[in-house]
């Protein structure tokens, strides 16, 4: 489950994806790509959205946050299923997408997830995605602020907190 953290982040791109994203590409093409205009399948979109949410330029990030919210949750549903996503493309649904049960179900079962992504979750998520952390006994041995995390959680239920 949790991952080390890297230090870099180094995800293997198409070229394809690189021209979009890389510095100084065209401003028409990554805004575009982030309108989700490009005719890209989901798992270099998600990775183009990735780069893009982080980019300088507002209207660039507010446009690939704003596709990231609307991808049909089918899509990213087939990409959590994919046991060799990245795990920052991982943090990033579970940053983005939080509200998303069924998604976010799948971000804490995923095998790449990083413990940065399972201590977000339990410091934000609901009342379910808390539930299925807690069902993670060997992580949470592993990592007591988890636990700590999900008692300081508002939404977490008493009996959780008294099981934990």
Same mark, same amino acid.
């Given at each position: 489950?949790? &991952?080390?953290?890297?230090?870099?982040?180094?995800?293997?791109?198409?070229?394809?994806? *690189?021209?979009?994203?890389?510095?100084?590409?065209?401003?028409? @093409? &990554?805004?575009?790509? *982030?309108?989700?205009?490009?005719?890209?399948?989901? +798992?270099?979109?998600?990775?183009?959205?990735?780069?893009? $949410?982080?980019? *300088?330029?507002?209207?660039?990030?507010? @446009?690939?946050? +704003?596709?990231?919210?609307?991808?049909? /949750?089918?899509?990213?549903?087939?990409?959590? !299923?994919?046991? *060799?996503?990245?795990?920052?493309?991982?943090?990033?649904? /579970?940053?983005?997408?939080?509200?998303?049960?069924?998604? =976010?179900?799948?971000?804490? =079962?995923? &095998? @790449?997830?990083?413990?940065?992504? $399972?201590?977000?979750?339990?410091?934000?998520?609901? /009342?379910?995605?808390?539930?299925?952390?807690?069902?993670?006994?060997?992580?949470?041995? &592993?990592?007591?602020?988890?636990?700590?995390?999900?008692?300081?959680?508002?939404? @977490?239920? !008493?009996?959780? !907190?008294?099981?934990?």
């Amino acid at each position: 489950m949790p &991952q080390a953290e890297p230090t870099t982040v180094r995800l293997k791109v198409s070229a394809e994806i *690189a021209r979009i994203v890389e510095s100084g590409a065209p401003r028409d @093409a &990554q805004l575009a790509a *982030a309108r989700g205009a490009l005719p890209l399948n989901g +798992k270099d979109l998600l990775t183009v959205l990735f780069f893009l $949410c982080r980019s *300088a330029d507002a209207e660039i990030k507010r @446009a690939a946050v +704003k596709t990231l919210r609307e991808m049909p /949750a089918t899509i990213l549903t087939t990409l959590l !299923k994919d046991a *060799a996503l990245h795990p920052q493309l991982i943090d990033l649904l /579970a940053r983005v997408r939080s509200s998303d049960e069924e998604l =976010m179900g799948l971000v804490v =079962m995923h &095998q @790449a997830t990083a413990l940065k992504t $399972c201590l977000h979750l339990a410091a934000k998520g609901s /009342a379910s995605v808390l539930e299925r952390l807690a069902g993670h006994q060997k992580l949470l041995a &592993q990592h007591p602020e988890l636990v700590e995390a999900i008692v300081a959680n508002p939404v @977490a239920e !008493k009996s959780l !907190k008294f099981k934990l």
